[in-house]
């Protein structure tokens, strides 16, 4: 891990004794721990996974960009990434691992793509700069704790229609910390405007002291249309 130095720029596929083979996967661990490699980057579309701990403790890391191809990012994936401000998450992600950004306190917001199921407990853990986050429509699982920690997280958009279900190790306990006290309490839960009751009923989002209505004015001015999102307190 220590020849990993400076700017990493994989190709998708790599050849061998002339054969080509395509890159679907970066292993558990495989850039672990590689504390002089600066940016990450990957082009093309073939690659799939990321593993477990596969950029876990790149303290030196400013960038890693990933494919939109990606479907799951593994656990402690892109852990104690410190010096990140930013991290797109691929837009055809369906599962976000646990501790899967714990830890990774310069990044300032967050968008969940709308492909994202599940999102791993402790995932966003401790992002001490975190302001924003986005979750996209297709949410419907939060593990335990994700944004606990997350002390300046003041707006959540949660564009769920039906509040995703929340969970604790000990599934016999209803899980009331999703977030920390200080956004369950200075933050706003911004949801589509429906919801905004049932928000208010479940377990892990009832908390929020302040729930807005997400609404939405689609127009047509000439050969464009236009959409509005706008925020509507309840």
């Given amino acids: 891990k220590t020849a990993v130095t400076g700017d990493i720029v994989m190709e998708p596929t790599v050849t061998y004794d002339g054969i080509e083979y395509t890159i679907t996967s970066i292993a558990d661990k495989a850039f672990e721990n590689a504390t002089n490699m ?3 980057s990957m082009g093309g579309e073939s690659l799939l996974t990321v593993g477990a ?8 890391a400013t960038s890693i960009k990933l494919p939109s191809s990606v479907t799951s990012l593994g656990s402690e994936s892109i852990e104690t990434c410190g010096n990140l401000t930013e991290f797109v998450i691929p837009a055809n992600c369906v599962t976000i691992g646990n501790s899967a950004f714990r830890y990774c306190d310069k990044i300032i917001s967050i968008v969940i793509p709308d492909k994202v199921t599940t999102v791993g407990g402790w995932s966003f ?3 001490n700069a975190l302001t924003t986050v986005t979750i996209g429509s297709g949410v419907t699982s939060i593990g335990q704790e994700p944004f606990t920690g997350c002390n300046g997280l003041r707006t ?21 910390y999703t977030f920390s006290q200080d ?8 949801v589509p405007g ?15 002291k302040n729930v807005i209505a997400l609404t ?4 047509t001015v000439g050969n464009y249309r236009y959409e509005v999102t706008d925020f509507d307190k309840n």
């Fill in 38 to 40: 600066t940016s990450f």
């Fill in 53 to 60: 701990k596969a950029f876990k403790d790149c303290h030196a």
């Fill in 183 to 190: 956004t369950y309490n200075q933050g706003k839960l911004i």
């Fill in 194 to 208: 429906g919801s905004v009751n049932a928000y208010k009923e479940v377990e892990g989002w009832k908390n929020f």
């Fill in 216 to 219: 939405t004015t689609e127009f």
């Fill in 156 to 176: 959540f958009i949660c564009n769920a229609v039906t509040p995703p279900a929340t969970s604790n190790i000990n599934t016999s306990e209803p899980l009331t």
């Fill in 125 to 127: 853990y401790n992002l």
